[in-house]
Structures are given as structure tokens and as C-alpha cells.
């Protein structure tokens, strides 16, 4: 009797596609002979929801995506009831637009994670251990992992390790620095489910960098968090405040945080039907860049941007849309007298919007095109993914193209939006405008915008709510260090042949599917796969932690492609 032991590290979404995957195919196609299979799922958090679902977080920290467009039950899995798993919607038994709680769609991957334990067919067994894997060594026929200070011999592994922390880059250890030498608090980029957000001071300012997801993370937070309340008006919410709140600084490029995303109840049928941005069209790009350069690497700015918009003028009939870059930064080049000046504008822009996003995805409207950009995601990959781009393009596209389009595309629901309005009006939230820079000042942060005349403020506490760039370099996981140091994987380095210029990437190299990791010679391993965070800027948008429901999406086919190469024979 034989048996095949598997090992998935890391069993948050992607994680947990993957073991979907393995289980339906070993249903489908029971192991040859008598093979048993063992399939080891390591996760130090929690099996399913794993670090950022983790279902011990406030019930204010909420997802972003629908629960009817969430599901970890791939096409073709009758080992999960449809009727209960289909979405996270009907599992949880709310309105396919609503929004859920990032703890209670954390609940439903454990309760998923359960119920594919529960399914495994006779002679595979699905063993969790709730433990860090620390260590990776080749041994003779496989693999010896380290996790809980228990060895764990593997046949093969895939890598799922997701959102993992970072060193502190040069800039943060300055922070850091100057917060130690005079009495100061400086928060670097984290999850605001792991932040200590209680020690922020009632009444204190609060300098809070990034204008994104993680900022409203932060502001419910500190307001819904410590009491207050929001109140239904005819001119939308208003704030109740309990009196604990700290004053909240924004800072942040444009000066605009993430607009409200529109109501979309009838997934999974697309709210925008792409015209111009189609693989056909993509795959032409590649092949005549090939022909006249030598090369089939693109210029994203040059040749796909022209296209994406030509796709939003087409949603967007009134021409609102246009240009787009506009729309994510309304304030390039205004000027404001005062910060009161400046308030006012935001809270109607973002009152405006909100208004919008509740109407919904209404056809030849400004929300049609911005719902655009999340319909050609899955496209993009196409051009990106694997140095798809020039090596300065790829660069310009992350720096650039992706911070615009997520201010527009990749932002809460419509009351989020209302939310932070109607803290603005309260005096919570003070954004400091367009180009808004920190620097150290004695006793301080000192904060300011350039476009604002009489911005300029000096606070004792700085948040760092920037997501971080993906960096391999500066990972802390000890497995990740060990790997790197044997060689056993290595950086993507993304180069032109052409001039020799390069662009080091961050994530893990890997090859396309089944996205074997490469080492330190160029070798692509025939035991070990990565797939989400860790390939991320390898590959593009690998932070998804959900698929489509109904839908053969790239999450599930990312999973079938690892979960099949686990299984094959050596």
C-alpha cells in the first residue's frame, strides 16, 4: 500500500481553493491501487479564514465585495450543497448586495474548511494543524517541513502564506526613530484588525497616511468602534459622536480617498458588457509589439490605457468619464484658501458619489464606468502577469495606473462613503489635501498640503493605513527567509532583452500554471507551488480572496492547475 502526502501552507481563501480542488478530484478520480493520501493544512491563524478573515475581529471591519458574489465552491464540486455553500449570501442567509462582516465571511470559509474535512473520500485524510510552518528542506523523495517544532516529511507542498508582515523600510525605521526620540506614536502599515487602535487618544489629532480601504478601516474604527453612532437625515447621514474620538488627519496623494462602489444585486450577470478591452483584442497587441520590437513585452501607458478608456467613454455616454485620471484625482490642480475651503468640496463630492453608487449601475452613467475597470481585471493578468510589460511600464503601472483605478473601482459600499461624509461635517475626519506630506518637526509629525493654504499641523501620533507593496526582500516569515537563503526560491526580476533594464518585482518568481516556484539557478521545482500574496507583482491581483460563484474564474482554475500538478505522479 502506498501513500501520497500533500502539504498546504497557509489555508486562508487560496489556501482552501486549493484543498477544494484536490478533494473534488480525488472524488472524481480516486487514488490508483491503494494509495492513501494525506494532505497536511497548516495555518497559524485559523483553517479557512486565516489572517485577514480571522473571525475574532470587530464586526465594524467590513469586506468589500458582496456576499453574493463570494464563494470557495468551484464549478463542478458536488461534494459542497450548492444550496447552502453556492455563496456566502445564502450560507448566511443575506441579501446578495449586502456587505458582510469580514469575521462572519471568516466563518463561513471555517465552516467551508469543515465540511470539505467532512467530505474527503475513503483513504484521504485531511489533517489540520494549527501552527506556522517555519522551515522547508529538501529531503530524499520529498520535502521535510518544520511547524510547531514538529517535522512533517511531504511529498509536495504548495506556498498560500498570503498577507504575511515586512520589515520596516528606510523610511519607517526614520519614523520609528524619530517617534523613540521624542515621546511620539508612530503605527507602521499593517491590518487595522492588528493595530492597537485603542491606544489613539480621545481628542487627540492623528496624522493617518493612505486614503484607501484601510483608512475606513481605521475611521469606523475609532467611531463606531468607541460609540458613536450615525443618524438617517433627508441629506444623508449624520454622525453622533460618543466623545472618544480621536481627530483624524488624512493624507494622501490625491486627495481623494476610494469612492463608493455601486449596488450591483443581480450577479452574477455582469453589470458591464467589454467591448474594446477583450483577449482578442490584447493577444493582437502582444503579437504586433512582437513583430516591430523583437520583444512581445508591452508599454502599458502607451497601448492598453487608450483602450480602457475608449471602454469608458463607451459606458459612460455622457462623457463624464473622461479622462479617468481625472476622476481619481479631481483636485490636480485646484487650490484651496482654507482647509474649510477644501472639507467642503470633498463632503459634497463624496455625498455626490454616494448618491450614485445607491442608484446603482445604471448604463451610460460615471459608475458604469468605473465598475468598468473591475469587470477587465481578469483581463489584465494577460498583459501583466510574468513581465507582460516593459520593465519601466510594469513599474509605472503598479506606482500609477493601479492606485487611480483602485480610488475608483476598488472601493466600499455607497454607506461607507455617506459615513466618512458625515464625519467630515462632524469634524472627525480632516483631510489634508491634495499632495499632503509628512515630515519630522521637533515634538511631532508635521503634516500639510501644498494646495491648501493653512493646512499646516503638527500631531504626536502618525498611522501608516498604506497597503504595502509587496516585498520579498523584507518579508519576516522565517520560512520565507530560510527559502530565500537556501535558494530554494527567488525573486522575480522582471527585464527588457532588448536594453537589459530591469524592474525587481518583489514577489516570488514562479512559472506560469501551475506556478512551480523557481530558485536561486533559474529551475523551475517539481514539488513546490505558490499561489496569492506571495507571487503578487509576478503576477497581478493575486490578493482576491474569493471566486465567482458559477463562474470557471482564474481562482478556481489557479487552485485546479496546483491542486492537479500536486496529485500527478512524479
Known amino acids: 500500500m502506498g501513500e501520497r502526502v500533500i502539504a498546504v501552507i497557509g489555508v486562508g481563501p487560496r489556501g482552501l481553493s486549493v484543498l477544494e480542488r484536490l478533494l473534488m478530484r480525488l472524488r472524481d478520480t480516486p487514488p490508483g491501487g491503494h494509495d492513501e493520501v494525506t494532505i497536511w493544512a497548516f495555518d497559524a491563524v485559523g483553517h479557512g479564514g486565516g489572517r485577514v478573515w480571522r473571525v475574532d475581529q470587530p464586526s465594524w471591519l467590513m469586506a468589500n465585495t458582496t456576499a453574493g458574489e463570494s464563494t470557495m465552491r468551484g464549478p463542478g ?70 511547524a510547531g517544532g514538529t517535522a512533517y516529511r511531504v511529498d509536495k507542498a504548495v506556498l498560500a502564506t498570503g498577507h504575511g508582515s515586512l520589515e520596516p523600510d528606510a523610511e519607517q525605521l526614520a519614523w520609528l526613530r524619530h517617534a523613540d526620540d521624542h515621546g511620539l506614536r508612530y503605527l507602521p502599515p499593517g491590518l487595522a484588525a492588528e493595530m492597537p487602535l485603542d491606544d489613539l487618544p480621545p481628542g487627540a489629532e492623528v496624522a493617518v497616511r493612505g486614503f484607501g480601504l484601510t483608512f475606513y478601516d481605521v475611521m469606523r474604527a475609532v467611531t463606531l468602534g468607541r460609540g458613536g453612532r450615525f443618524s438617517p437625515t433627508p441629506a444623508g447621514l449624520r454622525y453622533l459622536p460618543s466623545g472618544d474620538e480621536p481627530i483624524l488627519l488624512a493624507l494622501s496623494r490625491g486627495g481623494l480617498p476610494f469612492l463608493a462602489r455601486p449596488e450591483v444585486p443581480d450577479f452574477p450577470a455582469p453589470p458591464v458588457r467589454l467591448r474594446v478591452v477583450t483577449e482578442e ?104 502577469d510574468f513581465g507582460g510589460l516593459l520593465p519601466h511600464s510594469h513599474r509605472d503601472f503598479l506606482d500609477r495606473f493601479v492606485p487611480e483605478s483602485f480610488v475608483l473601482s476598488a472601493g466600499p459600499p455607497a454607506a461607507h462613503v455617506d459615513q466618512l461624509a458625515a464625519l467630515m461635517e462632524a469634524g472627525i475626519v480632516r483631510p489634508v489635501g491634495p499632495g499632503a506630506r509628512v515630515e519630522a518637526v521637533p515634538g511631532g509629525f508635521g503634516v500639510g498640503s501644498p494646495q491648501v493654504g493653512g493646512s499646516r499641523r503638527v500631531t504626536r501620533v502618525l498611522v501608516d493605513a498604506r497597503a504595502p507593496a509587496r516585498d520579498l526582500s523584507r518579508d519576516v516569515s522565517p520560512l520565507i527567509r530560510q527559502l530565500l537563503a537556501d535558494g530554494m526560491v527567488s525573486e522575480f526580476v522582471n527585464v527588457d532583452p532588448a536594453t537589459g533594464a530591469r524592474f525587481d518585482a518583489g514577489g516570488l518568481a514562479v512559472t506560469r500554471a501551475p506556478y512551480r516556484v523557481i530558485d536561486a539557478l533559474g529551475r523551475a521545482a517539481g514539488d513546490l507551488h505558490a499561489l496569492g500574496v506571495a507571487t503578487n507583482h509576478t503576477r497581478w491581483f493575486t490578493e482576491v480572496g474569493t471566486g465567482r460563484p458559477g463562474q470557471d474564474s482564474p481562482f478556481f482554475r489557479d487552485a485546479d492547475a496546483v491542486a492537479a500538478a500536486l496529485l500527478a505522479r512524479p
Open 77 to 146: 464540486d458536488d461534494g459542497l450543497p450548492a444550496d447552502r455553500y453556492g455563496t456566502m449570501a445564502r450560507w448566511a442567509g443575506l441579501e446578495p448586495g449586502a456587505y458582510p462582516a469580514r469575521r462572519l465571511y471568516g466563518q463561513y470559509l471555517a465552516e467551508v474548511f469543515r465540511a470539505l474535512c467532512a467530505t474527503a473520500p475513503p483513504r484521504v485524510r485531511v489533517r489540520p494543524v494549527r501552527a506556522e510552518v517555519t522551515r522547508m528542506t529538501r529531503v530524499p523523495g520529498g520535502l521535510r517541513l518544520v
Open 281 to 384: 483584442r490584447l493577444a493582437e497587441l502582444r503579437a504586433t509589439a512582437l513583430a516591430a520590437t523583437g520583444t512581445p513585452q508591452l508599454d502599458f501607458a502607451r497601448l492598453v490605457e487608450p483602450l480602457i478608456q475608449f471602454e469608458a467613454d463607451l459606458a459612460c455616454s455622457t462623457g463624464a468619464a473622461h479622462p479617468l485620471t481625472s476622476l481619481a484625482r479631481p483636485f490636480r490642480d485646484r487650490w484651496f484658501a482654507s482647509p474649510a475651503d477644501y472639507h467642503a468640496g470633498l463632503a459634497r463630492l463624496l455625498r455626490a458619489d454616494a448618491r450614485r453608487a445607491g442608484a446603482g449601475c445604471v448604463d451610460g452613467t460615471v459608475k458604469a464606468a468605473t465598475e468598468m475597470l473591475r469587470a477587465i481585471r481578469p483581463l489584465l493578468p494577460q498583459i501583466v
